[in-house]
């Protein structure tokens, strides 16, 4: 089993910040990709950014958040960070963390979720 726990969400000023935190842990071989997906209240669940593990590094990033969230890999193992600059009230959302992984050399790469966790934008 995997299990992914997230952390950081809560209730911020517009312009403030917020730190997302993601460990995964369990039965894990190797990682190929982790990422930040967000789900509003009526809409579909978006990616917000991704990051390649092991060899060169690669970002991907939502349009909406360039140049104000950055994603980077943790010193500790399997953990991944959204940093949330300059938030705006449409970044009200709830915030996964999604891991693409093996859970043994035989295995496919399959995606395993998080809980997620809530954050809010708001004055």
């Known amino acids: 089993q995997v299990q992914l726990v997230e952390s950081g969400g809560g209730l911020v000023q517009p312009g403030g910040s917020l730190r997302l935190s993601c460990a995964a842990s369990g039965s894990i071989f190797s990682i190929n990709l982790m990422g930040w997906y967000r789900q509003a209240p009526g809409k579909e669940r978006e990616l917000v950014a991704t990051i390649t593990w092991g060899g060169s590094t690669n970002y991907a990033y939502a349009d909406s958040v360039k140049g104000r969230f950055t994603i980077s890999r943790g010193n500790v193992k399997n953990t991944v960070y959204l940093q949330m600059n300059g938030l705006k009230p449409e970044d009200t959302a709830v915030y996964y963390c999604?891991?693409?992984?093996?859970?043994?050399?035989?295995?496919?790469?399959?995606?395993?979720w998080g809980q997620g966790t809530q954050v809010s934008v708001s004055s």
């Open positions: 999604k891991a693409d992984l093996k859970n043994s050399i035989y295995s496919d790469y399959k995606g395993y």
